[in-house]
């Protein structure tokens, strides 16, 4: 089985429902949405990471004030034991403050940690919408030293993962890929939680994303066992990064004492979620 870490949304209530439903050995990641902010990404996450969990998060560079934030930042994973960190442009159509972009934001968190955190970037299988794929790829190429992993979006055809992999390797982008894959989760649930967390425009995205996609927004519940099974043993593929939509509830509470390993199929019964 591969290693699977666990993106989590900082919403209210989520500390005491990871508690009761997600052992302490899963490695969780902390999104950073618009609406939410980092102040909520960083309290979340130091909460969970003082509670024992290996917590990254999330920060978008175009959401930071200043690069004294950026400091107080640095400082509260310091504290709190935190070492890893997955940093994006975000989503704001205007920066906060002076990162634009996730470049300079990764070369300031490695000049002030003297390289010491740990720092995942993105990656597009499917692309983009605002950016072309060439200025996609020579993001990538500038960024690489300053990273230690790649996460891709979410993408339901392990093909089209394995191919992207491929091209990075051949373009001499040689980080690890966790692969983002979505959970079951009933379409009920699914609306309900893009309306309660506010990412309903995930809900756009499923729906231009083919035929398996329109099934996790039908009556059916989609698995993704054949596209985990796909990727694994694969180059190139690190993990799994499953997108949770905070949909833990399918977790057993015996799982607590399970290894990551055998807890992989549990968690994966119970989540989705849009990157």
Known sequence: MFPTRIEIIP??????????????????????????????????????????????????ARSINDRAELTRIMRECDVAGIGEVFVIGGDRKQPAGPYGSALPLLEDIAQYTGGRMRAGVAGYPEGHPTVAALDLLDALQDKQHLATHLVTQMCFDA???????????REGVDLPVWAGVAGSVPRTKLVALATQIGVGSSLKFLRRKGPLARKLLSGDRYSPHALVAGLESQPGIAGIHLYSFNNLDAVPNEAAASSPTALQPALIRGAAREH
């Not at 989520?14 to 909520?40: F, K, S, W």
């Not at 093909?159 to 390797?169: E, F, G, M, S, T």
Request: net charge neutral.
């Open 159 to 169: 093909p089209k993962i394995l191919d992207y992999a491929a091209l990075l390797r």
């Open 11 to 60: 919403s209210t209530g989520i500390i005491d429902q990871v508690q009761a439903l997600v052992p302490l050995t899963t490695t969780l990641t902390m999104t950073c949405l618009p609406h939410h902010g980092i102040e909520r990404t960083m309290r979340t996450s130091v909460e969970l990471s003082t509670l024992g969990y290996t917590v990254i998060p999330h920060l978008a």
